[in-house]
């Protein structure tokens, strides 16, 4: 008797599709991944009808192609890679992200930012998860994309350099100015509740 679905790793699913073509895998494949995939999105974009599409936009893409996928083990990865070129390729198309031509001009106008996040000062500030949230809201798509990259998945400084297509000092130093703009309006917000 063959095993049954939701006992099989991704691994299996996707080497089992490859051979048999089933269908209905898929659907097992969408059912683990699609609310982490979700939560994603959401996180980059902060609108819920634009992340349910670019979730559902993600899954489309990644089985169209899911035979050419080299490593089956590597499944989650790659999805989440899709989905976040499917969120940065959103925000490009409602011009909401600055063009990359001008992280390059920025770049070569400012020294080297190695050891910067590091730092003590971004050490020793600490806010609370609820003034984070709060702040998220009201930065811009370019910070809130390049923060929930770094904090919320934990991507290395590597990977989200890859994933933006920024060399490293403009990965750092978007990142470094990202973090600059929440921790001010967080306290900001701070100043403000003190004076009332």
Known sequence: MATPLNELSD???????RRTGEQHILSELYRRHSKAVYRKCLAIIWDK????DLTHDAFVKAFLHLKKLRESSHFKAWLSRIAYHACIDYLKARK???????????ENQ??????MEESEEYQNT??????????LQHLGDADRLILVMRYYEGLSIKAIQELL?????????RLMRARNRLTKIIQDGQASRKKT
């Open 126 to 135: 600490e806010f609370n998860l609820a003034q984070i949230e709060a702040a």
């Open 11 to 17: 691994e299996a699913l996707i080497d089992r599709f």
């Open 49 to 52: 009808d634009a992340a349910q």
């Open 110 to 115: 400012l020294p080297n930012v190695t050891g």
């Open 165 to 173: 297509g920024l060399n490293e000092s403009a990965a750092k130093m």
């Open 96 to 106: 909401r992200l600055q063009l990359e031509e001008d992280w390059q001009k920025l």
